[in-house]
């Protein structure tokens, strides 16, 4: 097999993955899901605000989320320089590409809520 030809065929075998695996771990969890849907649907908050909304969350563990997914680059932190510190954070662009999931997501609950009632 030529240099070339084996490129080619690398090429294919990356085109081939899933990227399930990624995107799970971009956006799985028990918290970054809801995060998002506050971040894309309510629009930019506060990280008191976050934390108010998303029930049983610690600091720690929507701190260690929030940095996720900033560096993931589905949220943008936005810090002002005010004393106290002022954080916002909001979707990024990629973020709020993931709207039409959470409506297919919804489509799907009440797709099978409708089924499930007529049973």
Not at 40 to 47: D, E, M, V, Y
Not at 66 to 84: H, M, N, Q
């Amino acid at each position: 097999m030529k240099n070339k030809d084996r490129k080619i065929s690398k090429k294919n075998e990356k085109e081939l993955q899933c990227p399930a695996p990624v995107v799970i771990s971009m956006i799985g969890g028990k918290w970054k899901l809801l995060i998002l849907q506050i971040l894309i649907f309510q629009g930019t908050k506060r990280f008191g605000e976050l934390h108010k909304r998303i029930n049983g969350i610690t600091q720690t563990m929507l701190t260690k989320q929030l940095r996720a997914l900033e560096t993931d680059g589905l949220i943008i932190r936005k810090v002002y320089p005010e004393i106290p510190p002022k954080v916002e954070y909001s979707a990024s662009k990629d973020g709020l590409a993931l709207e039409k999931m959470f409506n297919a997501m919804h489509a799907w609950w009440q797709q099978r809520e409708e089924k499930s009632s007529t049973r």
